[in-house]
């Protein structure tokens, strides 16, 4: 292993690779997905509009993936304003990147904004928009941590 791959395995930005990249999206996407799932769900189930359903999935997407990075930095001593600060930077661009590509893919398949819980468009839409999200994300994050920049920000702190 040359010194540069040591680096980039402890941290170093500059050798961030495509697992590292992944891993971070992955992480990302489980907060997000709880939120945009939870939205979905709650929307659909009490007749929201369309319109409100996706605002209230975006704002849970948001809400959940925070919560899930500031857990970790709490766990690592920070305060709750460093928490915070961290989690927005870290994550800020990577949920609003899932959040275009999930919301735009479910809006365009044809009935899924209408299907019900109990229809397998609903749950099949959510699936592929979030599968198609990180896909797209994976590469955004690795650009950014590779600059010291999105989820970089949070390997200190874990």
């Known amino acids: 292993m040359t010194t540069?791959?040591?680096?980039?395995e402890h941290g170093g930005t500059t050798g961030v690779g495509w697992a590292m990249a992944a891993q971070a999206t992955l992480h990302c996407l489980t907060g997000c997905a709880v939120g945009e799932v939870l939205g979905?769900?709650?929307?659909?189930?009490?007749?929201?509009?369309?319109?409100?359903?996706?605002?209230?999935?975006v704002v849970l997407a948001f809400v959940f993936?925070?919560?899930?990075?500031?857990?970790?930095?709490?766990?690592?001593?920070?305060s709750v304003?460093?928490?915070?600060?961290?989690?927005?930077?870290a994550d800020t661009v990577s949920i609003a990147v899932m959040e275009l590509i999930d919301n735009t893919v479910v809006v365009a398949i044809p009935g899924a904004m209408?299907?019900?819980?109990?229809?397998?468009?609903?749950w099949g839409s959510l699936v592929l928009s979030l599968a198609l999200a990180f896909v797209v994300t994976t590469p955004v994050n690795r650009w950014?941590?590779?600059?010291?920049?999105?989820?970089?920000?949070?390997?200190?702190?874990?």
């Open 81 to 89: 304003a460093s928490a915070v600060k961290i989690a927005l930077a």
């Open 114 to 122: 209408e299907a019900q819980l109990s229809d397998w468009l609903f």
């Open 65 to 78: 993936g925070y919560a899930l990075t500031m857990r970790g930095v709490l766990r690592s001593g920070a």
């Open 40 to 57: 979905m769900v709650i929307g659909t189930a009490t007749g929201m509009h369309n319109a409100g359903t996706i605002v209230l999935s």
């Open 144 to 158: 950014m941590m590779r600059r010291g920049l999105g989820h970089a920000v949070v390997h200190g702190h874990h």
């Open 4 to 8: 540069h791959d040591q680096h980039a």
